[in-house]
Each structure stands twice: as C-alpha cells, then as structure tokens.
C-alpha cells in the first residue's frame, strides 16, 4: 500500500514537500499524480528506477521529483505553488494501476491534500 504525506494549506509561491512510503518499489517507475476537484487525475511527475523524472509542463521547473529506493520512499519538492496546484495528490507505479487513470479502490493509497490559497 502507498501512503502520502506532506500536504497542508500554503500560501501561492510557498513551498511543500510530499512522501510517499510503501512496503517496496521494486524496478517500478514510480509518479506521483493529483486529482483537482471535478477534474480528472493526472500525471504530474514520474521517475524511473533509474533514476530519470519527467514533469508535466504545468509543473516543469517547479517541482522536482525524487527517491530513496533504500527507504522505499519517493518524494516531490513543490516550489512556487500556485492556487491551480490545489489538488488531492497521490504516489503509485508508472503507469497507473490497471492502466487506468482513476483512483480505483484498493489500488491507490490515500491521497494527501495540497490546498494553495492566494
């Protein structure tokens, strides 16, 4: 099971940093994806077990992606938050669980809440 943390309210232009734990990655890429509410879920960064991360264009620049495959933790640096980053976010394989971006029950962990107020 995957579990985020690290959400809270930021002011825009503040900083947070998320974790995301699991029992093991193994060779997965890993992302970390968020879901605004009535939007659908997306892919906001992703990293191989290589090491290699990829952003969304919304987030390039801003966000950063990382991992301790050791400590089976990923994590994603948040700078420069804006109101529109306001989103439930979560972390699991890349790609999704069946395929599928929805947060299908008992493939997602919980999600942890970003909330960016201007």
């Known amino acids: 099971q995957l579990q985020a943390s690290g959400g809270g309210l930021v002011q825009a232009g503040g900083s947070l940093r998320l974790s995301c734990a699991a029992s093991e990655f193994g060779t997965y890429a890993m992302g970390w994806y968020r879901q605004a509410p009535g939007k659908q879920l997306e892919l906001v960064a992703g990293?191989?077990?290589?090491?290699?991360?990829n952003y969304a264009d919304s987030v390039k620049g801003r966000y950063t992606i990382s991992e301790d495959r050791a400590k089976n933790m990923i994590y994603l640096q948040m700078t420069s938050l804006k109101p529109e980053d306001t989103a439930v976010y979560y972390c699991?394989?890349?790609?999704?669980?069946?395929?599928?971006?929805?947060?299908?029950?008992?493939?997602w962990g919980q999600g942890t809440q970003v909330t960016v107020f201007s």
């Open positions: 990293i191989s077990s290589g090491g290699s991360a």
């Open positions: 699991n394989t890349l790609p999704p669980p069946l395929a599928t971006m929805d947060v299908v029950t008992g493939y």
